[in-house]
């Protein structure tokens, strides 16, 4: 099973509120990410976990924030959404980092 | 800066002809990745590649490392081959970096 679990597919959020949004993958992979997408624009890596190591992309370090309590489990959370958060939400997953990633099948926000 | 360029933008086939998209790179690529983006957004894995070729379908892919492309042929063009098709590479740092994208369109 390949497969990577997002929840909720769609999340409506007000600006100003925060937002958690879950993965999770039980293919036992060492390595979990997030990725945002908008339009016509390429996924932008946001984060990724290696085991328990966070590791956040300069661009987006203090707009974002994970946690991963054991391996199959990844979250992301923004503190206080704002319009430009609305996007595609995609979780990915790998073995080692080195290899074939998976993406889940995202999380629509928007942000009204 | 343009990591992975990915050419054309955009693509009008008719139905039931061939073409091939391309990725370059200027990071020194291990392992490659297509990928298809589907009408409500989801990436759909097409390829995984270390240098050489894999071949599925209509679809074949093709990774060369030394001279730093990727290349994904379709054959027979299908109406539902329409989409996004991206492709990625890694560098052995655990981060895939995406090209910029291929917008298909296949004409009956």
């Known amino acids: 099973d390949t497969t990577v679990k997002q929840n909720p597919r769609y999340k409506l959020a007000r600006v100003g509120k925060p937002v958690n949004l879950i993965c999770s993958q039980t293919?036992?992979?060492?390595?979990m990410y997030w990725y945002q997408k908008k339009p016509n624009q390429a996924p932008k890596l946001l984060l990724f976990?290696?085991?328990?190591?966070?590791?956040r992309e300069a661009d987006t370090f203090e707009k974002f924030q994970s946690s991963r309590p054991n391996n199959s489990f990844c979250s992301l959370y923004i503190g206080s959404a704002g319009l430009e958060y609305s996007a595609m939400y995609l979780c990915?997953?790998?073995?080692?980092?080195?290899?074939?990633?998976?993406f889940g099948k995202g999380t629509r926000l928007t942000v009204v | 800066g343009d990591k992975v360029k990915q050419s054309p933008s955009a693509l009008s086939l008719q139905e039931g002809t061939n073409s091939a998209l391309r990725c370059n790179f200027s990071i020194a690529a291990t392992t490659v990745q297509w990928f298809l983006q589907n009408p409500r957004g989801s990436l759909i894995n097409l390829f995984y590649?270390?240098?050489g070729t894999k071949e599925n379908g209509r679809l074949k892919s093709a990774f060369d490392s030394k001279e730093s492309y990727s290349t994904l042929h379709i054959r027979d063009a299908q109406l539902e081959d329409s989409g996004t098709y991206f492709c990625a590479a890694n560098n052995a740092g655990a981060k895939l970096t995406f090209g910029g994208g291929t917008r298909l369109t296949v004409r009956p």
């Open positions: 976990y290696y085991d328990k190591i966070l590791n």
């Open positions: 590649l270390v240098p």
């Open positions: 990915a997953s790998s073995r080692d980092g080195a290899t074939e990633v998976f």
């Open positions: 293919m036992n992979h060492d390595t």
